[in-house]
């Protein structure tokens, strides 16, 4: 089996677009597992949500942003591990369209699969089994590690799988032991490039992963941040996109 890997979308329509193009493009990807962190930071909510969900080959799971944005919209508390981007998560609930609220509420936080003989689980990133159903509140997820194997081998200490697929660390982590591959592509929809990155993923005797990158003409989102007055616009360009407008200015008036 041959299937796609993204993660960590947040809000950037047109780089997940692009992303869905090169895959639609290759004829023998079976499915697409997403993990999570679909909305957040970019501006983009409905436009991503529309895209995933309107697809029968899409598998998807909350992260993190999601699950703070969801807190928020359905009145209920909001973790206090991200009051610093408090503001900016309300911006996103109050302009969520309705009918995604209850799709977004109704997603696993992990999905475990059999595939030819080879245990894979994909998950947003580490959750203790006991933390598995704790609200988002009280930060059921691990705390972000380094990306290196024995970081990654300590942080899933007693998993099993032969694959684990996870995000939201946005760096790309591609590790493995003699027992498991680990497996975070980047996060698509934050890079400093007009680069989107993804994985495609064969399963058979082996398991065999290919790294890959769509381009994609980002100028316009990057500008709609200040076009919609994003709350902490100036923050997210700098740290999430490499202050990719300002580069852009000096190379056209260079």
């Known amino acids: 089996m041959k299937f796609a890997v993204i993660t960590d979308v947040h809000g950037n329509a ?5 992303v869905l193009a090169e ?3 290759l004829a023998d990807i079976e499915h697409i597992f997403c993990l999570g962190d679909m909305i957040g930071i970019g501006p983009d909510t409905n436009q991503v949500l529309e895209m995933l969900f309107a697809r029968d080959d899409v598998s998807m799971m909350t992260g993190n942003h999601d699950e703070a944005v969801l807190a928020l919209a359905k009145g209920q508390e909001h973790p206090l591990s991200h009051r610093h ?3 900016h998560h309300q ?3 109050e302009r ?8 977004l509420a109704g997603l696993p936080r992990v999905i475990q699969k059999t595939i030819n003989n080879k245990q894979v689980l994909f998950t947003h990133y580490q959750i203790e089994d006991k933390k598995m159903h704790v609200s988002i509140a009280n930060d059921p997820f691990a705390v972000i590690v380094e990306p290196n194997l024995p970081n990654l081998e300590q942080l899933f200490n007693g998993r099993t799988e032969d694959l684990i697929c996870f995000g939201h660390h946005h760096p790309l982590q591609f590790f ?3 027992e498991t591959v680990f497996l975070n592509p980047g996060a698509l929809g934050c890079t400093h490039k007009p680069l989107a990155p993804y994985a495609i993923v064969s399963v058979e005797e082996e398991i065999k992963v290919e790294l ?5 003409d980002n100028k316009e989102f990057l500008q709609s941040y200040e076009k919609l007055k994003v709350p902490e616009r100036e923050f997210i360009l700098t740290v999430f996109h490499g202050d990719q407008l300002k580069h852009q200015s000096r190379a056209n008036n260079s």
């Open 85 to 87: 981007v408090k503001e």
């Open 14 to 18: 047109p780089a997940l677009k692009a």
């Open 91 to 93: 911006w996103i609930a």
């Open 212 to 216: 890959k990158e769509a381009a994609y």
């Open 176 to 178: 493995k032991n003699e």
């Open 96 to 103: 969520i369209d309705a009918a995604f609220v209850e799709k």
């Open 23 to 25: 895959i639609d493009g």
